[in-house]
């Protein structure tokens, strides 16, 4: 069992949605609105304000990124700081907002939405393609994490963090989900499945919130890696560095008490740890 290694201080009140791009790693404290850039390298961290909550950003293929703000999709240009929208989503939902995302080989981009108070089912996952927005078969939960998407785009997992359990849906050939199966279900001392990604063989990494761990699973739904955590809510990993086997942590410190929060003084920061299987590729969002 491996023991994560602190990498830098954020005290992060929501950190999300790590991603590496550019040999950075790039996130999000998505209560505080804020956009993240760490060059190890250079031992630089920058950040942006973002005019909403934000739960992810993606490179676009157009330059920039494309960042999940509360409202919908904007395009988000570092040079300048501008968000420029493009799509809303769940404006009949003003409790909602977006969670976590990733991207597909064909530039689609799959995310989530949730209940910003965390009590309503009205979380949905949506698929981005052709400038469109499109609800997609998933069953309505609280809280949607991930997705995540495998090497060769056939399968899409789908995490239901209050459910504690990993959702796996086969991705048609015209785009849509087939019946969900499931992957892999936890107990109440396992903590909740919270983002979730997956390497180049596969294995789908997830972090526990209230865990103190991340976890890799293989594509049989078997752990084959844990590691531990001197904090408690793990939000999500980004695998990285030269050789894409470098990963990097997210952390929260929402939901902790004084007591907690004197006792974990490093929650909200980001740890890193090595691993064996790489990084598959980033892929940029077609917009």
């Not at 760490?38 to 920058?46: S, W």
């Not at 992810?56 to 904007?74: D, E, T």
């Not at 769940?90 to 965390?118: K, S, Y």
Request: aromatic letters at 8%; one cysteine or more.
């Amino acid at each position: 069992m491996q023991q994560a290694e602190h990498c830098l201080t954020v005290g992060a009140t929501l950190g999300e949605g790590p991603i590496w791009v550019d040999d950075a790693l790039w996130f999000v404290d998505i209560k505080q609105q804020r956009i993240y850039r760490h060059d190890p390298a250079a031992g630089t961290l920058d950040h942006w304000a973002s005019p909403e909550m934000v739960g992810w950003v993606v490179p676009a293929q157009r330059g920039g990124f494309v960042a999940g703000l509360k409202s919908g999709p904007h395009h988000f240009d570092p040079a300048t700081g501008a968000f420029e929208r493009l799509a809303e989503v769940d404006t009949h939902l003003p409790a909602n907002r977006l969670n976590d995302a990733c991207v597909d080989g064909q530039g689609r981009i799959w995310f989530g939405t949730m209940d910003n108070d965390e009590t309503s089912l009205s979380g949905r996952l949506f698929q981005w393609a052709a400038g469109l927005v499109t609800p997609t078969s998933a069953d309505a939960v609280c809280i949607t994490n991930g997705p995540a998407i495998s090497p060769d785009d056939s399968t899409l997992y789908h995490v239901d963090t209050l459910g504690k359990v990993i959702l796996a849906h086969a991705i048609l050939g015209d785009g849509t989900l087939g019946p969900a199966t499931e992957f892999a279900r936890f107990g109440d001392a396992d903590g909740h499945p919270d983002g979730a990604i997956c390497d180049a063989e596969g294995g789908v990494w997830v972090g526990f919130y209230g865990g103190w761990a991340a976890r890799r699973y293989g594509p049989d739904g078997v752990m084959t890696d844990e590691v531990r955590f001197p904090v408690s809510n793990i939000t999500k990993i980004a695998l990285g560095g030269p050789d894409g086997r470098t990963a990097y942590a997210t952390t929260a410190r929402q939901g902790l008490s004084e007591e907690q929060l004197e006792e974990q003084t490093q929650a909200g920061d980001i740890f890193t740890f090595r691993v064996t299987v790489p990084a598959k590729p980033i892929h940029r969002a077609a917009v």
